[in-house]
Nanobody, 122 residues
Framework: QVQLVESGGGLVQAGGSLRLSCAAS????????MGWYRQAPGKQRDMVAA???????NYTDSVKGRFTISRDNAKNTVYLQMNSLKSEDTADYYC????????????????WGQGTQVTVSS
């Protein structure tokens, strides 16, 4: 009933840029926190960046100054601008959203996108 669809991954050379997008659709009353996570082969999924519905942001230390998370609340979309990419940024990137589905409940459902692959060649 709620879908998160990601786009924008691909292959890029070290030092290059990519922009990821994630659009939420379906039975949505409001979207609270949104974020991007990544998972490299053989490793756990870790938070990369997060943004509240008020626009406050948080980043993991390794991407500070290189990545920027933003959102368009009118489009239910979150973005991740990735600059100065490094080989260690290579991973599958997942969008996450905490969503209220009705006005009558404050419960926030946790949704994930299907993942988009980012490969940075050195």
């Amino acid at each position: 009933q709620v879908q998160l669809v990601e786009s924008g991954g691909g292959l890029v050379q070290a030092g290059g840029s990519l922009r990821l997008s994630c659009a939420a659709s379906g039975s949505i009353f409001s979207i609270e926190d949104m974020g991007w996570y990544r998972q490299a082969p053989g490793k756990q999924r870790d938070m990369v960046a997060a943004i509240t519905n008020g626009g406050s942001t948080n980043y993991t230390d390794s991407v500070k100054g290189r990545f920027t998370i933003s959102r368009d609340n009118a489009k239910n979309t979150v973005y991740l601008q990735m600059n100065s990419l490094k080989s260690e940024d290579t991973a599958d990137y997942y969008c996450n959203a905490k969503i209220r589905r009705t006005r009558w409940s404050s419960y926030r459902y946790d949704y994930w996108g299907q993942g988009t692959q980012v490969t940075v060649s050195s």
